[in-house]
């Protein structure tokens, strides 16, 4: 491989500054990537030149720093490329900038201002392409969620994972979008094979050394190997020319301006002239300010609320193919096992760390009445901490508790269910004379038997979240929230 340079690992570090893992070719030779902008910033690699046992054995000292000039790292955006590796004259990374501006995304997507998968000439260091689009809410051909790390190339095409469980292709000598595989599960799909319910960082695509067939391989509670047909394809290429223009610019611009939502979402919550009736109906909040969330058309939610100086009101309206099933036993972790709806509360949304004051109200099915849970990241006295923890990470609450004192109704039909709840203001830790506060609101929709969450939408955000890892979808996240005002 071209542009090699022997070089030891800088003695102030233990290794490469990593970021979403490694990968390893069909030698398994070892690619790390470091995201400092420095002498060591590039691609390392580490060959597999020893074993033992039939094992590789990797060794600090036989790394080789390649890819890219030392000296350049990989001249990326302010957040480090995450993940990057070298092949055959070329190292790829994903590049991406942190989302200073707040704006809309999915999953770890809204960590980004941008993100894309940038293709460098390995002597010089130039960019030769970026790849993608970061996708604000449901991607798109042409874009991506979170492109968190390589699969390979084959051929003339480039895979690349996407953290909810996608795998987009791409060409490889110009970065045109090809192809996406597996399917989209942020949008909820009913399970099938080719459904990896996971967070996905790391796929491989590698050809059988005695068939020639392409696979691709993913894991989540299983190992997942699919056969990819196609590859032996001739890639129509096509050529052409265009003008750029002052003119063509401006519109591009205001075309990217457009789709980007306010910062700041706001709901006007108007006085109850009389205590609406917790009955299920409805009647009363139709007048109200609604705030939408919408996957598809059988797939979304509606609240409205109102307040009195006794009770903030809350009315959800969701249309479900499943509605209202929710098998979990365990009442601390409602939200990963079926439908529920949820009202998030705080003193201000914005870009903070959770604390006191902030609350979730959770309502979901169980055992034939309503539950309705509070998750308090942060209290005064009395904490009985209850953590959620996966291979990410752990998220801890201070107290998650059963609010016997809210009075809910719930009406289930075919395809829907409506539920109401009167919410004492002591139970959220405001009280009637506030004039704004931070909100969301969010749903959780059921797989076919209610086993497990297969969608998660938020108003706050104006989108879908991740529904495959427990303490992300605890989290509290008063940046993605919008805010509520008490109309006088």
């Known amino acids: 491989m071209a542009g090699h340079r022997q070089a030891s690992v800088p003695h102030r570090r233990l290794g490469p500054q990593q970021g979403w893992g490694a990968y390893f070719d069909e030698q398994l030779n070892l690619f790390m990537h470091d995201w400092s902008d420095d002498a060591a910033g590039g691609v390392w690699e580490i060959q597999a030149t020893e074993w033992k046992n039939g094992v590789p054995v990797y060794r600090w000292e036989q790394a080789k720093h390649v890819g890219l000039p030392r000296g350049h790292g990989l001249q990326h955006g302010a957040s480090g490329a995450r993940t990057a590796f070298s092949h055959q004259g070329a190292a790829y990374a994903l590049n991406g900038g942190y989302n200073a501006a707040n704006l809309p995304g999915v999953g770890h997507g809204h960590d980004y201002e941008f993100a894309q998968i940038t293709k460098y000439d390995e002597a010089t260091g130039k960019p030769l392409w970026h ?221 903070r760390q959770p604390g006191l004051g902030d609350v979730r109200l959770l309502f979901a099915p169980t055992g034939g009445r309503v539950a309705v849970m509070a998750y308090r990241p942060k209290v005064a006295q009395g904490a009985k901490s209850v953590a959620y ?35 004492p203001w002591s139970e959220i830790g405001l009280s009637p004379g506030v004039e704004r506060f931070g909100l969301d609101l969010s749903v959780d929709f059921s797989d076919p038997a209610g086993q497990r969450n297969v969608a998660r939408l938020h108003w706050g955000r104006n989108g879908a979240a991740i529904v495959y890892d427990l303490p992300t979808e605890a989290r509290f996240e008063p940046e993605t929230w919008g805010v509520g005002v008490l109309a006088k």
């Not at 009389?274 to 007048?287: M, V």
């Not at 959800?316 to 601390?332: C, E, I, L, R």
């Not at 009406?411 to 919410?423: G, Q």
């Open 131 to 351: 790849a993608g689009e970061r996708a604000a809410s449901f991607a798109t051909p042409g874009q991506h969620y979170c492109p968190t790390g390589p699969s390979g190339v084959v051929g003339d095409y480039l895979f690349w994972t996407d953290e909810n469980s996608l795998v987009h292709v791409w060409d490889v000598q110009h970065g045109l979008y090809v192809d996406t595989l597996l399917e989209d599960i942020s949008r909820g799909p009913d399970p099938s094979p080719f459904t990896v319910w996971v967070e996905l960082f790391n796929t491989r695509v590698f050809r059988h050394p005695q068939t020639g067939k392409v696979y691709l391989m993913a894991g989540s509670d299983a190992i997942h190997v699919f056969e990819i047909l196609g590859t032996e394809q001739k890639m129509t290429r096509f050529q052409g020319t265009f003008e750029l223009t002052q003119e063509g610019i401006e519109k591009a611009k205001r075309q990217e301006q457009s789709r980007i939502v306010p910062k700041e979402r706001t709901l006007v919550i108007r006085r109850a002239p009389a205590p609406p009736k917790i009955d299920g109906d409805l009647a009363e909040f139709a007048r109200e300010a609604p705030a939408r969330m919408i996957a598809e058309a059988n797939r979304q939610a509606t609240a409205r609320l109102l307040y009195d100086d006794q009770c903030l009101y809350v009315a959800f309206d969701v249309q479900d193919d499943s509605p209202w099933k929710n098998a979990g036993g365990d009442a601390t972790a409602l939200f990963k096992t079926g439908d529920e709806v949820s009202l998030w509360i705080g003193p201000s949304a914005g870009k």
């Open 389 to 423: 923890r996966s291979p990410s990470g752990t998220v801890t609450m201070d107290k998650v508790e059963e609010c016997a004192a809210v009075r809910t109704a719930v009406k289930v039909f075919e395809k829907s269910y409506r539920l109401a709840a009167a919410i």
